[in-house]
């Protein structure tokens, strides 16, 4: 079945570090990729997502690339601050499907 | 364009005492609706999703019940709390076609005591 994996967390960093998150994926066909992030007593939010190979999804300052000979989807963002501190989730979509699968969200910290 | 309405936002409710949250979408028609939880911690659990009114697909068996009477309304509903219950709920709809992700509600945050 598909199935999402994360990095475990919390990752912890200083204000205008670089950050990585790993996602990595396992699915039949061509999914889509997203990426959610979640602040603190709140639902999820759409945060950006790639809908097939090689597509970059940007919002906000983060990034992540569609790598389907990893299998990959990375977020990334080159200065973090304080207001990034949140739980983040990346999730894929089959394409004709109906439910989404959730990787187990990491949570990041940033200190000033 | 889309919302999603989901309330109450908080609500406290005693062992043994019924359970209705209710979720709406605005703005689109023939939705895909999603009720999730998610205990301490981080982790999302899909509790139900429904492609059309009175479809109702259950993942997890348990003591609550979800039910759609209308095309852009989704319930969650429990006759008997546990404590067990206890945890953030999220609605969330999507398009027909997954590749465009899900929007969720803001959540809400039951207590049972």
């Known amino acids: 079945g598909n199935s999402v994996t994360q990095m475990e967390g919390p990752v912890t960093l200083s204000e205008e570090a670089f950050l990585t998150i790993n996602c990595t994926y396992t699915?039949?066909?061509?999914?889509?990729l997203f990426w959610y992030v979640q602040y603190p007593g709140e639902g999820l939010q759409l945060l950006l997502k790639?809908?097939?190979?090689?597509d970059k999804g940007s919002n906000k300052g983060f990034e992540a690339t569609y790598r389907k000979e990893t299998t990959s989807f990375h977020l990334e963002k080159g200065s973090v601050q304080v207001s990034d501190s949140a739980v983040y989730f990346c999730a894929l979509s089959e394409r004709n499907g109906n439910k989404l699968v959730f990787g187990a969200g990491t949570i990041l910290r940033v200190k000033s | 364009s889309q919302t999603i309405h989901q309330w109450p936002a908080t609500l406290v409710q005693p062992v043994g005492s019924p359970l209705s949250l209710e979720c709406t979408v605005e703005g689109t028609s023939n939705p895909n609706l999603y009720w999730y939880r998610q205990a301490a911690g981080r982790g999302l659990q899909l509790l139900f999703y429904s492609v059309g009114i009175g479809q109702i697909s259950s993942e997890v068996p348990q003591n609550l019940s979800a039910s759609r009477p209308q095309d852009r309304q989704f319930i969650l509903s429990s006759k008997k709390l546990l404590l067990s219950d206890s945890g953030f709920y999220l609605c969330a709809w999507s398009a027909r076609q997954g590749e465009y992700g899900y929007t969720f509600g803001s959540g809400t945050r039951l207590t049972v005591v």
């Open positions: 790639a809908t097939k190979a090689d």
């Open positions: 699915a039949t066909g061509y999914p889509s």
